[in-house]
């Protein structure tokens, strides 16, 4: 990517993107085209929370846009309260809704950037953040993050991510990326993979999965698990000993 990191957009240009893509983020299918097996790496995030996780009464969604995974995690766990942070009123307005069909728990919404919202430490079971992190920019942004997500994690509880992940060398990167744009090129030809590129190179942030995982462990987290990688996008998590 060849934007500088203090020229990618602002909060407020993310936010005005997704306020006008509610309904397409509402429908996997569509919603998740740019993203290589999105469907799979959603099923498994929310399969290893129910598994690693011995009581779920609490969740949080970071960037819930339209609340797929929460509405996923829903399917193992009918009744827990969640809160949802999301820069877009629509997307969470949009997420309450949907999420309210599938869960009796109590719904809570927080419209703004998750670095500045205060939420209660120890507070959840279990911790979702899809197709979010990238936006994150340098290391020290990425590891007060971190941090947080630490902080914010109770004993016995889980993290569960998924995302654009770049690579540590750049031959792999390469690779990685031409494999990448052969995907959108195979979903809807090279005018889509040209605004997708666009997007990214002007939007986002991301890291490697290695670097992630390092990360998770320096903030605390005693164990870590990839869970699926194909090209630039991994599934990956982590769990805090009680």
């Known amino acids: 990517m060849d934007t500088p990191l203090n020229q990618k957009s602002s909060v407020a240009e993310i936010k005005e993107r997704f306020d006008h893509d509610v309904e397409r983020f509402s429908n996997l299918a569509t919603g998740q085209a740019a993203t290589i097996d999105a469907p799979l790496a959603m099923e498994l995030i929310?399969?290893?929370?129910?598994?690693?996780t011995m009581s779920i009464q609490r969740v949080l969604d970071i960037g819930c846009g339209?609340?797929?995974?929460?509405?996923?995690?829903?399917?193992?766990?009918?009744?827990?309260?969640?809160?949802?942070?999301?820069?877009s009123l629509p997307m969470l307005e949009k997420a309450r809704d949907r999420i309210s069909t599938v869960n009796t728990g109590k719904i809570r919404i927080f419209q703004g950037d998750f670095r500045e919202i205060n939420l209660p430490n120890q507070g959840y079971d279990v911790i979702l953040a899809a197709a979010v992190l990238h936006h994150l920019r340098d290391d020290q942004d990425w590891e007060s993050t971190f941090e947080k997500i630490y902080r914010l994690t109770a004993p016995g509880g889980s993290v569960w991510i998924t995302d654009l992940v770049f690579h540590e060398t750049q031959p792999v990167q390469y690779l990685m990326w031409q494999r990448y744009g052969e995907y959108l090129c195979s979903v809807s030809g090279e005018d889509?993979?040209?605004?997708v590129f666009e997007y990214i190179d002007k939007e986002d942030s991301p890291r490697p999965v290695t670097y992630?995982?390092?990360?998770?462990?320096?903030v605390g987290f005693e164990h870590v698990e990839l869970l699926h990688k194909n090209s630039c996008f991994a599934a990956f998590g982590a769990i805090k000993t009680a």
Do not use: H, I, M
Request: overall charge positive; glycine content about 2%; proline content about 2%.
């Open 212 to 218: 992630q995982l390092s990360l998770l462990r320096k």
């Open 66 to 87: 339209a609340g797929n995974n929460t509405v996923k995690l829903s399917q193992y766990v009918p009744a827990f309260d969640c809160d949802l942070v999301d820069l």
């Open 192 to 195: 889509f993979k040209a605004r």
């Open 46 to 52: 929310t399969q290893a929370a129910y598994n690693s």
